[in-house]
């Protein structure tokens, strides 16, 4: 189809049919690797599109709370997941990620059963010290 306006012909490129795009875009255009769905990439890298491993970041937000020694190490380990997936360092950046959830949850461990230690020791000076008081007598 021609412009009547002079310019260059509007309408679909004759030489190339109808779904196909210029420039090699399109599906069926260029040597753009396609994995299917399910299967692994080559070479163990991620396929196109693959997100980064999950950071466990809180777990380390749950350890500060609770035992806040071992929430450090997780902290560090759970912010160096994304750079070094952005790095192209896909085996360290699983396990640094690794690393901050068994860190998080050793800080939780810890800090859950020192919580409870100290409640338990509260509770019994409490009782020890009621006991004192009742069998106090004065003559």
């Not at 779904?19 to 399109?26: R, T, V």
């Not at 959830?101 to 050793?106: L, P, S």
Request: aromatic content about 12%; overall charge positive.
């Amino acid at each position: 189809m021609t412009n009547p306006y002079g310019g260059p012909p509007s309408g679909p490129n004759p030489q190339q049919p109808y779904g196909q795009q210029p420039g090699g875009y399109g599906p069926s255009s260029g040597p753009m690797p396609q994995q299917p769905y399910g299967q692994p990439a080559p070479y163990g890298q991620p396929g196109y599109g693959a997100a980064p491993p999950n950071n466990n970041i809180g777990w380390g937000i749950g350890s500060i709370f609770l035992c806040w020694p071992f929430a450090i190490p997780s902290l560090i380990k759970a912010t160096s997941v994304q750079n070094l997936w952005l790095q192209g360092q896909y085996q360290q950046a699983q396990e640094a990620a690794a690393e901050a959830k068994k860190w998080g949850k050793i800080g939780i461990i810890v800090g859950a059963c020192g919580w409870g230690l100290l409640i338990l020791l509260y509770i019994a000076l409490f009782v020890i010290a009621g006991i004192a008081a009742t069998s106090y007598s004065s003559y």
